[in-house]
């Protein structure tokens, strides 16, 4: 056999191997969406967004508790995040070059972002839950907004940091002080970039169950008060799921669904203020 | 030894045995400079790479100090005080010592903001006055009539040189004494360098300038007075025609003649 048939048929043998991988990878994410969408849409009517929490069997049950109490928990969780995480991210990009506590908060910062959701629910848990004695959205808030403070910060100072430094420079040979040079042209310039950044921030905590379990826990019923132990579409669709009730599984899959297009939206969201942006 | 002429206009700045030293560098990176720049002339700096020009224009309003650890010695003289003096107001003086840098710099915001940015910064809320003074700094810059159906729009949608037009329509509509050019047409085609180097020519009736070229020719088409500058020293500065024509130094003459640089 040449030198020349030996390497065609190893570049054959490669090709093959790596499209049945990618093949493969992609039939799970179908099969994913597609057991999902196919439960989901089932599962989907109008009572679910109306009904609360019921007892299994009874007919008027639905989803409204859980999807009001994660969208507040998310919110306070953005709120307290996302200033938190834009302002720190700020620091270390504008204020904090070549310092050493600007790299250490950095070097903090992704050690937390890879560290386990469940560790940060149980930190809050011993530091929040614990305290007041009770289960509460805002413990839940907490933790999630503690998981979202490094991906926005890191995110918010990375795309600062694209802002080329003629332009920062350009503002102050105008007589703009720092903050206005920040405010009005370096955060300008890095717009689509951080809200990408925030967004995929709060996609991602959105999905988060494990911390919810040790800090809103959950109520059956409708619940707008964050000091009280509160219902989340995750921690809702993860008891559903696993009890063995046909009709609460079926909520559990309208939840999964429900959640799923959230955290897709954001994605694509996400994804098309970048991609507008380089398209410029 | 250097051949430094003095200039019989008025002297809106006065350099006085200035140093410069970078943060990270041992030895000064300005030496001992003085030299007067003409009020309402043209004062062009040349000079083969990494001998200090930028490093010079950038002390002028004190853009160095953006970054920790520079250092300043000596005395920068305008309107009778030393600039570099560290009670000095960076805000005003950037006001009255404007820039223009190699890159155009266009804010991401519209054409009409960006040139509104320096008088709002100056508290000028006033939509007529704004309009006013947006409109005569785009006309003076010569960029007026391709702008003026577009101000609404992102400042990035214009060209490299039309760009560059709107950074200098940005300088002016604040109406500095003096305008600092970092190798303004490095980036841009021919046809915009001479839009621009005629810019300068007919803004000195306003303002002084001082320009950086690597360019010899637009040295000479666009200023009065050229200083020749060799590793962190001024070598010569004396009228443009005469420099090139018939030069002191011999460091100067190598230079321009092409042995170097
Ligand atoms: N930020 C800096 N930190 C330390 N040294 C610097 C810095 N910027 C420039 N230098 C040094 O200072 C000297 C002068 O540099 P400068 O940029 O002023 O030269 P220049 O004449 O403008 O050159 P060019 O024609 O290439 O633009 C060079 O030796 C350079 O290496
Ligand atoms: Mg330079």
Redesign the pocket.
């Known amino acids: 056999m040449t030198y020349r048939n030996k390497r065609i048929i190893m570049n054959n043998i490669i090709m093959t191997l790596s499209t049945i991988s990618a093949f493969i990878g992609l039939g799970f994410l179908f099969w994913i969406l597609g057991v999902l969408v196919f439960n989901g849409i089932e599962a989907l009517n109008l009572a679910i967004f109306i009904n609360e929490g019921a007892p299994p069997g009874y007919e008027q049950s639905g989803l409204k508790h859980a999807l009001v109490g994660q969208l507040l928990i998310v919110l306070y969780a953005t709120a307290i995040g996302v200033p938190l995480g834009v302002m720190a991210g700020t620091y270390l990009s504008e204020y904090g070059q070549g310092s050493k506590l600007a790299e250490t908060i950095r070097d903090i910062s992704d050690i937390m972002m890879s560290a386990p959701s469940i560790v940060i629910g149980a930190f809050v848990y011993a530091i929040i839950v614990i305290p007041m004695g009770h289960f509460s959205g805002y413990a839940g808030a907490a933790a999630l907004a503690i998981i979202m403070i490094p991906i926005i910060l890191r995110t918010t100072d990375d795309m600062l940091q694209l802002v080329p430094s003629t332009l920062r420079e350009a503002a102050f040979a105008l007589g703009a002080p720092k903050y206005k040079v920040i405010i009005q042209v370096v955060y300008r310039g890095a717009k689509a970039g951080v809200l990408t950044g925030i967004l995929l921030g709060i996609a991602r905590v959105a999905g988060e169950t494990a911390p919810l379990l040790f800090t809103s826990f959950n109520d059956n019923f409708m619940n707008t008060d964050m000091s009280e132990a509160m219902a989340s579409l995750t921690v809702t669709m993860y008891n559903y799921a696993t009890s063995p009730y046909e009709d609460w599984q079926r909520l559990g899959w309208a939840a999964a669904f429900i959640l799923s297009m959230f955290i897709l939206g954001l994605n694509i969201i996400g994804r098309l203020f970048l991609l507008r942006k380089r398209g410029k | 030894m250097a051949t430094i002429i003095d200039v019989p206009e008025e002297k809106v700045l006065h350099v006085n045995n200035f140093e410069f030293t970078?943060?990270?560098?041992e030895t000064p990176?300005i030496k001992k400079l003085s030299m007067p720049i003409a009020k309402n002339c043209v004062t062009a700096l040349i000079?083969p790479?990494?001998?200090?020009?930028?490093?010079l224009l950038r002390s002028f309003n004190r853009m160095h100090d953006l970054?920790p650890g520079n250092t300043y010695e000596g005395e920068v003289l305008f309107e009778g005080r030393n600039i570099l003096d560290a009670k000095e107001d960076l805000i005003q003086l950037r006001t009255k010592i404007g820039m223009i840098f190699q890159k155009p710099t266009a804010f991401p915001m519209s054409i009409f903001d960006n040139v509104a940015y320096g008088l709002r910064l100056q508290g000028i809320k006033n939509k007529s006055e704004l309009g006013d003074r947006v409109e005569k700094a785009l006309k003076d810059a010569a960029i007026w009539n391709e702008a003026k159906d577009r101000l609404k729009h992102d400042a990035n949608g214009l060209s490299g040189g039309q760009q560059q037009r709107l950074c200098i329509a940005r300088a002016i509509a604040v109406e500095p004494e003096v305008l600092l050019f970092d190798?303004p047409t490095s980036a841009l085609d021919p046809i915009s360098t001479q839009g621009i180097e005629m810019l300068v020519s007919e803004l000195k009736e306003r303002v002084s300038i001082i320009i950086?070229t690597?360019n010899m020719q637009q040295a000479a088409r666009v200023s009065d007075y050229t200083g020749f500058?060799y590793l962190?020293e001024l070598i010569e500065l004396g009228e443009t025609e005469e420099l090139f024509v018939t030069p002191k130094e011999k460091l100067t003459e190598e230079y321009i003649t092409g042995k170097f640089g």
């Not at chain 2, 970078?22 to 560098?25: D, F, G, H, I, P």
């Not at chain 2, 790479?49 to 490093?55: H, N, P, V």
């Open positions: 970078y943060a990270s560098s990176n000079g790479s990494g001998c200090g020009k930028t490093t970054y190798e950086v690597h500058m962190g």
